[in-house]
């Protein structure tokens, strides 16, 4: 059985940072395309980071600057290092692993950009 378990969101001030994990059972995150999504009230959900299993990361332009995908094999997470937060990264936060036609999906993390 395939989880995908995110931590790490919360309520920050713009400006602030945080780092939010997603840590997998099931796969092996080396061999997957992981992804951070997010949605906001009334939107679609978009892709922010993307870490293939081999190749360059790539990113939203909205986050490119700011946002840092990685993942560490070892632990068999991926991470998202979120700096510079704005009150527009406020969403609930998405991971997700692909590979061919499986594709796999966490429950989500608030993220909460305010003064």
């Known amino acids: 059985q395939v989880q995908l378990v995110e931590s790490g969101g919360g309520l920050v001030q713009p400006g602030g940072s945080l780092r939010l994990s997603c840590a997998a059972s099931?796969?092996?995150?080396?061999?997957?395309?992981m992804g951070w999504y997010r949605q906001a009230p009334g939107k679609q959900r978009e892709l922010v980071a993307r870490?293939?299993?081999?190749?360059?990361?790539s990113y939203a332009d909205s986050v490119k600057g700011r946002f840092t995908i990685t993942r560490d094999n070892a632990e068999n997470t991926v991470y998202l290092q979120m700096n510079s937060l704005k009150p527009e990264d406020t969403a609930v936060y998405y991971c997700?692993?692909?590979?061919?036609?499986?594709?796999?999906w966490g429950q989500g993390t608030q993220v909460t950009v305010s003064s």
């Open positions: 870490i293939p299993s081999g190749g360059s990361t």
């Open positions: 099931g796969i092996i995150v080396s061999l997957y395309a």
């Open positions: 997700n692993a692909h590979v061919y036609s499986n594709n796999h």
